[in-house]
């Protein structure tokens, strides 16, 4: 469920606040003749109020309608910026860019975001190959603008302008030569979410080069290290030059760096580590404007400054499990020159981007304006999300609505089942046991204690399973797995971090400890990570042995003959299959031969992906009655692209009422505010599914349920 090593760049909402400084040039006539329609798409026609429309007959078999329009030549830019509104942004899968170059296209996609006027990004490292490769290879000719289908529906988009913009705001991708052996990675990753965090701040950045000692900085504003472990003294340098005699502003992430922090008027950090997540950072009311009271983020490992400039001011402090503060832990700190946060960038949820902005106005007075600008457009969109609850027909009576919690803290856990009763959500799938290891809240007495809470408020307390994956079980406990061959393997024959599901005693592990809780009272057993991790494995012995009874082909090439697009690729695929459905149907005969009313449910992959590519084939679990419902993790962005995805589940579940759609409200790749969740909602009841499910309990989620569930 939580895949913190995978953030996936993969599309965003590319609607942005309007920021104010930064320059834009149109490179397109705003003049229908100047666009050329392409194959079966229809003539573009002025706009009555300016601008080009565009009609998009979706409801016709057409997957997409492009124009093209001639550019005279095109010099490198940071980005494109398209200004447009659209009517039914539901009937647009995505709109597309496309630079023609001698004879090759580059691309890039975009999402639009709701209905009306929006700007979309497209970033030159948005495209699929750089439009500008060489400073001396052919100029950009045509720019060519695609819609593809969505809901089957026409719509129409007003074109207002096609621009070129640069940035004031860099993020310094970390590469290879300057972060740990091994962490390009994980640079990387933090690098997107820094940039996340800066688009919903309405500040778009670019990425700088992390050889930047030799750049000009100039023209930047506001530099931010999200991940760069390794500066050098000419990097420091040019760093202290940005700041000194440049008067720019930078925001340090993670960084051991005493040198930095020093430049930035900070003690030194000092490394700090913990043996339970800290989850959340809690600010004091009121010590700056546009604050918010918490942000989650989850991490065991900090790197916390301390203020020592007079102009410094530290800002939060993380919470230890039972959510008590800890004092010598500010989360961050923040000067004249800059800010510096203890851990790697947040995700882009709405109280970490309120936090970054006010941090930065503190910094930088002139950042006062994105933040009041941010904090408007929150409060209009929240009033319009309980508008639009409040117009849509009542809630159904027993409409079922869940959240999937961590260890949920046991000091705190009667106060957090009330709060959540009060909002009408009884169902919480706690996390209490991975590869078939209880949890230490799955212990005898913790969970007796849990139950009881839940009995006074309320709520069905289901035990949230971890079924194949290893995923932060401790080393200690896998060491034994791993000396008995229990684990997976990749076709290189090297380990996965996940139990192998051909191992009889693999199975027996995960089984016993289903049975040892539903003996202990638990309302259901709630399975995730019931898959393989794609087709990275398993192509263990056992695997092929298992596979070769089953195979009626001679001559078995291993792994070459299973590998995606061999010749045996489809049948191993379906023995991936069937092999996870006989041990999801074991797994639910034998909680039920202890007691039948444990509801069996699972979190699962959407469609098709889920069945093609993780060997998840729940809809077949569904119809044989192992499972008495599915949760499908629809992390989505938008409503359209929710609604879209739900229905392909819907399509192949046998009854809506098996489908509980789980909203992204703050998974990785999507931090949702109310008016978001609100239209996933909606989409979900238009759809008669028996309710929904929030990913996941968090602080974040606790402010938006007073929009989305008023008493
Ligand atoms: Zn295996």
Request: proline share 9%; with cysteine.
């Amino acid at each position: 469920m939580r895949r913190l090593r995978k953030l996936i760049p993969g599309l965003i909402v590319g609607c942005l606040a309007l920021p104010a400084a930064e320059a834009a040039r149109g490179i397109v006539d705003l003049d229908p003749r100047a666009f050329v329609a392409g194959e079966a798409s229809p003539p573009p026609l002025a706009a009555p109020d300016g601008g080009i429309a565009f009609a998009l007959p979706f409801s016709s078999a057409r997957d997409r309608v492009y124009w093209d329009v001639p550019l005279r030549a095109l010099p490198p830019t940071a980005a494109l910026e398209v200004d447009l509104e659209c009517d039914d942004p539901a009937a647009v899968r995505a709109l597309s860019l496309h630079l023609q170059a001698g004879g090759a296209w580059a691309s890039a996609q975009q999402l639009l975001a709701a209905p009306g006027r929006q700007t979309l990004l497209f970033r030159r490292s948005d495209f699929d190959r750089d439009p500008w490769p060489l400073a001396d290879s052919a100029p950009i000719t045509t720019l060519r603008l695609s819609a593809w289908k969505g809901a089957d529906r026409d719509a129409r988009l007003v074109l207002r302008g096609i621009r070129a913009r640069a940035f004031s705001v860099g993020v310094v991708l970390g590469s290879a030569a300057f972060t740990a052996p091994g962490e390009a990675d994980l640079a990387e990753q933090c690098a997107v979410r820094a940039r996340q965090l800066l688009d919903r701040a309405g500040l778009p950045a670019e990425f700088v080069a992390d050889d930047f000692a030799h750049l000009d900085l100039r023209p930047y504003r506001l530099l931010v290290l999200p991940y760069n472990p390794r500066l050098t003294s000419a990097q420091l340098a040019a760093l202290e030059r940005f700041v000194k005699r440049h008067k720019g502003t930078l925001a340090v992430f993670y960084n051991a760096n005493a040198e930095l922090a020093r430049l930035l008027g900070f003690q030194p950090p000092t490394y700090a580590t913990a043996a339970a997540d800290w989850t959340t950072v809690a600010f004091p009311e009121n010590a700056l404007p546009g604050l918010p009271p918490a942000m989650a983020h989850r991490t065991r490992h900090l790197l916390p400054a301390r203020a020592k400039a007079k102009s410094a001011l530290e800002l939060g402090v993380w919470l230890d499990p039972d959510n008590r503060p800890d004092g010598k832990l500010p989360a961050s700190v923040v000067s004249s020159s800059g800010l510096w946060f203890s851990h790697v960038p947040p995700y882009a949820s709405p109280a970490a981007v309120q936090w970054f902005l006010a941090a930065l106005a503190r910094s930088d007075r002139a950042y006062a304006r994105e933040r009041d600008l941010h904090r408007a457009e929150q409060d209009r969109r929240d009033a319009q999300a309980a508008a639009l609850l409040a117009q849509a027909p009542p809630a159904p009576k027993n409409e079922l609505r869940a959240v999937w919690a961590h260890p949920i803290p046991a000091t705190s856990r009667p106060e957090t089942f009330r709060h959540l009763a009060d909002r009408g959500l009884r169902t919480v799938y706690e996390h209490m046991a991975t590869a078939g290891v209880l949890l230490d809240g799955a212990r005898e007495k913790p969970l007796a204690a849990a139950l009881a809470d839940a009995r006074a408020a309320g709520i069905q307390l289901h035990a949230w399973c971890i079924a194949w994956s290893l995923y932060d079980l401790p080393a200690e406990q896998i060491a034994p797995l791993r000396a008995q061959n229990r684990l997976m393997q990749d076709s290189n024959g090297n380990e996965l971090p996940w139990l192998c599901p051909a191992h009889p005693e693999n199975r027996q592990l995960l089984v016993d400890s289903g049975i040892d809780l539903a003996r202990r009272g638990i309302a259901g057993i709630h399975l995730d990570y019931v898959r393989y991790p794609a087709r990275a494995g398993c192509f263990c012995p056992r695997h092929r042995f298992a596979f070769e009874s089953t195979t009626t082909a001679f001559h078995l090439n291993w792994p070459a003959d299973v590998r995606e697009g061999a010749p045996l690729a489809a049948e191993f695929d379906q023995f991936r299959r069937d092999e996870m459905t006989a041990f999801i149907a074991e797994l639910a005969a034998a909680v039920r031969a202890i007691n039948p009313a444990v509801q069996v449910s699972a979190a699962v992959f959407p469609l098709p992906e889920a069945v093609e590519a993780y060997g998840q084939d729940w809809p077949a679990w569904l119809r044989a009655g192992h499972l008495d419902v599915v949760a499908p993790m629809l992390y989505e962005p938008t409503a359209a692209r929710f609604a879209d995805r739900l229905d392909r589940c819907l399509a192949a579940a046998p009854a809506p009422r098996k489908i509980i759609p789980g909203i992204g409200t703050s998974a990785d790749t999507t931090q949702l505010d109310a008016l978001s969740t609100a239209e996933q909602i909606l989409a979900a009841r238009a759809r008669l599914t028996p309710g929904f499910a929030f990913f996941h309990l968090a602080p974040h989620l606790e402010q938006l349920l007073p929009v989305l569930c008023p008493p």
